[in-house]
């Protein structure tokens, strides 16, 4: 069963980094489009950062010149390095992507990371 699980969240001081990490697993397929998202309490999921199957890259503004989203199609991995955090960016991160298995094009969501930035 194909999954994407992802790692590498935690607590972190204001100012600092995180890497997160999401995996795909699960059978023999291809990566398309991959995303990151993220949910603060009581609010809207919203999309941080997007990577094409061609390497192209979109950001939310918020964080835009702090984060950058990358892959690494033969790990099977999309990674998400987050510099300069603040507590705004304290969520619940998930990562969400296309990928073709058995001819099919599905999507699937990891079940998530939790970033905390507090003093």
């Known amino acids: 069963q194909v999954q994407l699980v992802e790692s590498g969240g935690g607590l972190v001081q204001p100012g600092g980094s995180l890497r997160l990490s999401c995996a795909a697993s699960g059978g023999i397929f291809t990566m398309y489009g991959m995303n990151w998202y993220r949910q603060a309490p009581g609010k809207q999921r919203e999309l941080v950062a997007r990577?094409?199957?061609?390497?192209?890259?979109n950001y939310a503004d918020s964080v835009k010149g702090r984060f950058t989203i990358s892959r690494d199609n033969a790990k099977n991995t999309v990674y998400l390095q987050m510099n300069s955090l603040t507590p705004e960016d304290t969520a619940v991160y998930y990562c969400?992507?296309?990928?073709?298995?058995?001819?099919?094009?599905?999507?699937?969501w990891g079940q998530g990371t939790q970033v905390t930035v507090s003093s």
């Open positions: 969400n992507g296309d990928l073709l298995l058995l001819g099919q094009l599905r999507n699937y």
């Open positions: 990577i094409s199957g061609g390497g192209n890259t």
